[in-house]
């Protein structure tokens, strides 16, 4: 085979993966509380292409970095106490079939995956604690006390920071994943719910229920640096997501049924929009354009344009649904 | 106290226990004024009467849990929560006591109480020595419209927050039989805004469902630990300057933020109208019900009991 032959084949094969790339169908993964199940929905149609049993609460809910796999945090009603209800349920993505059950502690709720797909860690909301879960071995490595109440989850880019919430003690717990101990803490505003780091890694951003705000956390110093406030404090921000660009950051208020838009380079908001009630899950498409949010007491998931700042669509899934995420077939 | 504003002169009775404490402080060598005691820890005293009753048990159990919790928290911080517990047996002991928690085991935050007398004498010593005094016990509107110091903070609703909430209650009641209503600060079959996990760590705790008195005596412990390790002192005046600052709010599961009121400070907070079923079943209604309203939460909230206009601490803090 000749040089250029060889080139011209690359080309050709270039060409036709990021058509095939391209075409790969979209799927939004809806977590159902109440009604214990995954809605999948194609984003092209808008339409619950299925429906998948989980037999639990489902709350957190990701999908891996290869995409092969989405992860779902499942617990039961009995408090306290775990049980075999508590379980990290895998779904293979191709088939759409849950394929594995691993442990994760009592009461698992929020969620994040390593860059590298290899290790899982999730809050352990009753117990007080994180769990950190080998995602080969499917069992527990390491259990470290954190704050009470745990909810949110974030990893850093690189991999080795994990930032956990904790709604009642208004802490975030920094784990060194190398070591999986905590080695910092510090107070944020009050009810903290969701964490989520900036592309680059130099910021986090932690969402405060009660408080209305978002706070601005250094991570170079692991300090909070500014706190913002939504809505004049009335935004009451759960999920929250961060644009590919670092240059917007999207907040879920649930009690005010709005996702306030928020500018990271002024840090203040520049929109807020009306969505379905409740909303707490929060996406972003993968080309940026689109937002989903989970909205737990409408029982459906609105689509908001994000260029035009208005709901273009609205999805009805299950049972009070809690959290999403996207996936690719 | 701002410039052209007047204290009001105390009353007769106000004045002689003023003076009887004056004196006990005087003449005893052991009682000094609060300080930040050196170490990383708070030290809350409980105070409540010794003959139990159901509230000072409900109490009890929500401060030890309150006190199990933040004692986590703050280990976190490589600090520590500590509880010290005494028992009063009449009015007059109240304030021998509150001087010992204080004196003798460097507690610097109170939390308990009893009848109005009794929270009155531990309030005065308190307000004395430089201690907080958080009262989850005792309703009297007269207490916080007479005893007003800003190391005095109510977290038990006040009885005239009972009363408005009632009479919200049945404006809000949909057409059809009336419902009797009773209101509560807190109900066990609360789910919202984390109030389920709380019932279910109280209950593995306590073994007995939480009510009202034990979600103040809960609530008080983690305002003052909270207050401790943002402030990061656990001297009396400190805590007492940040836990009535204007922009300083709490979260204690009822969906709204929490704060203490400038005028009487009282915790600013919703209460439940709970109304039972023939077949035992309990309706929980918030009341206001701050989240479907438009209008600000404090706002709302400030209007249930005294309100400000009745101006009753502002130029009387002490």
Redesign the interface.
């Not at chain 1, 032959?5 to 270039?14: E, F, Q, T």
């Not at chain 1, 009461?107 to 604690?129: H, M, R, W």
């Given at each position: 085979m000749t040089r250029q032959l060889a080139i011209v084949m690359l080309a050709v094969a270039s060409i036709f993966g990021r058509t095939a790339e391209s075409q790969r169908r979209e799927l939004l993964y809806v977590s159902n509380e109440a009604s214990h199940s995954i809605s999948v929905v194609d984003t092209r149609t808008r339409s619950i292409v299925r429906t998948i049993d989980v037999g639990f609460r489902a709350r957190g809910i990701h999908v891996s970095p290869d995409g092969t796999r989405v992860y779902v945090a499942l617990s039961d009603d009995v408090?306290?106490k775990e049980s075999s209800g508590d379980r990290i349920a895998v779904i293979d993505v191709t088939t759409g079939k849950l394929i594995a059950r691993y442990s994760s502690g009592s009461d698992p709720e929020q969620f994040a995956v390593t860059p590298d797909g290899k290790t899982l860690y999730a809050s352990n909301?009753?117990a007080?604690i994180a769990s950190a879960i080998n995602l080969r071995s499917g069992k527990v490595v390491a259990s470290t006390?954190?704050?009470?109440?745990p909810e949110g989850v974030a990893i850093s880019p690189n991999g080795r920071w994990v930032y956990i919430t904790?709604?009642?003690?208004?802490?975030v717990?920094v784990i060194d994943t190398r070591t999986n101990k905590?080695v910092s803490?510090f107070?944020v505003d009050?009810?903290p719910r969701a964490a989520a780091f900036s592309p680059d890694g130099k910021r986090a951003y932690i969402s405060a229920e009660?408080?209305?705000s978002i706070t601005v956390v250094s991570t170079a110093t692991n300090q909070p640096i500014q706190t913002i406030s939504l809505e004049?404090?009335?935004g009451k921000p759960v999920g929250i997501v961060v644009s590919r660009d670092g240059k917007w950051l999207y907040a879920a208020n649930g009690?005010t049924s709005s996702v306030s838009f928020v500018n990271l380079t002024r840090n203040e908001v520049a929109a807020s929009v009306p969505v379905g009630r409740r909303p707490w899950g929060i996406a972003l498409s993968r080309d940026g354009r689109t937002l989903y949010t989970a909205n737990g007491l409408s029982n459906d998931v609105s689509v908001i344009d994000i260029a035009s700042r208005k709901v273009i669509a609205t999805i009805k899934v299950g049972n009070r649904p809690w959290g999403l995420t996207l996936g690719y077939r | 106290m701002t410039d052209g504003e007047r204290k009001p002169l105390p009353d007769r009775r106000a004045f002689l226990r003023t003076a009887s404490y004056a004196a006990a402080v005087a003449f005893s060598p052991r009682i000094v004024r609060a300080r930040t005691i050196a170490g990383p820890s708070l030290t809350i005293g409980l105070i409540l009467p010794e003959a139990e009753t159901g509230a000072s048990a409900d109490a009890l159990a929500g401060i030890q849990l309150g006190v199990e919790?933040?004692g986590?928290?703050a280990a976190?911080?490589q600090k520590g929560v500590t509880l010290t517990k005494r028992f009063f047996s009449s009015a007059s002991n109240a304030s021998l006591t509150a001087a010992s928690l204080i004196r003798d085991d460097h507690a610097t935050v109170l939390i308990g109480g009893g009848n109005e007398d009794e929270c009155r004498r531990i309030a005065d010593v308190c307000t004395m020595l430089g201690a907080v005094f958080m009262n989850v016990i005792s309703r009297s509107d007269a207490l916080r419209r007479s005893n007003c110091s800003r190391f005095l903070l109510h977290v038990e609703p006040s009885a005239a927050m009972y009363a408005s909430a009632g009479r919200l209650a049945a404006e809000q009641t949909s057409p059809g039989p009336p419902q009797d209503c009773v209101v509560v600060s807190w109900h066990p079959s609360l789910e919202r805004?984390?109030a389920?996990?709380?019932n279910?760590?109280f209950?593995?705790s306590a073994h007995r469902a939480m009510t009202g008195y034990s979600w103040a005596g809960w609530m008080a412990v983690?305002a003052a630990a909270?207050s401790f390790?943002?402030v990061g002192a656990n001297d009396g005046d400190t805590l007492a300057t940040y836990m009535n600052r204007e922009t300083t709010?709490?979260?204690g599961?009822k969906?709204?933020?929490l704060s203490f009121r400038a005028w009487d400070h009282q915790l600013r907070q919703p209460l439940y109208c709970v109304t039972t079923s023939g077949s035992g079943v309990s309706t929980v209604r918030d009341v206001p019900d701050v989240?479907r309203s438009p209008r600000?939460?404090r706002k709302i909230l400030d209007e249930l009991g005294d309100a400000d206009s009745a101006g009753l601490c502002r130029v009387a803090d002490r």
């Amino acid at each position: 085979m000749t040089r250029q032959l060889a080139i011209v084949m690359l080309a050709v094969a270039s060409i036709f993966g990021r058509t095939a790339e391209s075409q790969r169908r979209e799927l939004l993964y809806v977590s159902n509380e109440a009604s214990h199940s995954i809605s999948v929905v194609d984003t092209r149609t808008r339409s619950i292409v299925r429906t998948i049993d989980v037999g639990f609460r489902a709350r957190g809910i990701h999908v891996s970095p290869d995409g092969t796999r989405v992860y779902v945090a499942l617990s039961d009603d009995v408090p306290m106490k775990e049980s075999s209800g508590d379980r990290i349920a895998v779904i293979d993505v191709t088939t759409g079939k849950l394929i594995a059950r691993y442990s994760s502690g009592s009461d698992p709720e929020q969620f994040a995956v390593t860059p590298d797909g290899k290790t899982l860690y999730a809050s352990n909301e009753d117990a007080g604690i994180a769990s950190a879960i080998n995602l080969r071995s499917g069992k527990v490595v390491a259990s470290t006390v954190v704050g009470i109440e745990p909810e949110g989850v974030a990893i850093s880019p690189n991999g080795r920071w994990v930032y956990i919430t904790a709604e009642t003690s208004n802490t975030v717990s920094v784990i060194d994943t190398r070591t999986n101990k905590a080695v910092s803490t510090f107070l944020v505003d009050v009810r903290p719910r969701a964490a989520a780091f900036s592309p680059d890694g130099k910021r986090a951003y932690i969402s405060a229920e009660v408080g209305g705000s978002i706070t601005v956390v250094s991570t170079a110093t692991n300090q909070p640096i500014q706190t913002i406030s939504l809505e004049h404090g009335e935004g009451k921000p759960v999920g929250i997501v961060v644009s590919r660009d670092g240059k917007w950051l999207y907040a879920a208020n649930g009690r005010t049924s709005s996702v306030s838009f928020v500018n990271l380079t002024r840090n203040e908001v520049a929109a807020s929009v009306p969505v379905g009630r409740r909303p707490w899950g929060i996406a972003l498409s993968r080309d940026g354009r689109t937002l989903y949010t989970a909205n737990g007491l409408s029982n459906d998931v609105s689509v908001i344009d994000i260029a035009s700042r208005k709901v273009i669509a609205t999805i009805k899934v299950g049972n009070r649904p809690w959290g999403l995420t996207l996936g690719y077939r | 106290m701002t410039d052209g504003e007047r204290k009001p002169l105390p009353d007769r009775r106000a004045f002689l226990r003023t003076a009887s404490y004056a004196a006990a402080v005087a003449f005893s060598p052991r009682i000094v004024r609060a300080r930040t005691i050196a170490g990383p820890s708070l030290t809350i005293g409980l105070i409540l009467p010794e003959a139990e009753t159901g509230a000072s048990a409900d109490a009890l159990a929500g401060i030890q849990l309150g006190v199990e919790e933040t004692g986590r928290s703050a280990a976190l911080f490589q600090k520590g929560v500590t509880l010290t517990k005494r028992f009063f047996s009449s009015a007059s002991n109240a304030s021998l006591t509150a001087a010992s928690l204080i004196r003798d085991d460097h507690a610097t935050v109170l939390i308990g109480g009893g009848n109005e007398d009794e929270c009155r004498r531990i309030a005065d010593v308190c307000t004395m020595l430089g201690a907080v005094f958080m009262n989850v016990i005792s309703r009297s509107d007269a207490l916080r419209r007479s005893n007003c110091s800003r190391f005095l903070l109510h977290v038990e609703p006040s009885a005239a927050m009972y009363a408005s909430a009632g009479r919200l209650a049945a404006e809000q009641t949909s057409p059809g039989p009336p419902q009797d209503c009773v209101v509560v600060s807190w109900h066990p079959s609360l789910e919202r805004y984390g109030a389920s996990q709380l019932n279910d760590r109280f209950g593995a705790s306590a073994h007995r469902a939480m009510t009202g008195y034990s979600w103040a005596g809960w609530m008080a412990v983690k305002a003052a630990a909270e207050s401790f390790l943002r402030v990061g002192a656990n001297d009396g005046d400190t805590l007492a300057t940040y836990m009535n600052r204007e922009t300083t709010q709490f979260d204690g599961h009822k969906g709204a933020p929490l704060s203490f009121r400038a005028w009487d400070h009282q915790l600013r907070q919703p209460l439940y109208c709970v109304t039972t079923s023939g077949s035992g079943v309990s309706t929980v209604r918030d009341v206001p019900d701050v989240a479907r309203s438009p209008r600000p939460a404090r706002k709302i909230l400030d209007e249930l009991g005294d309100a400000d206009s009745a101006g009753l601490c502002r130029v009387a803090d002490r």
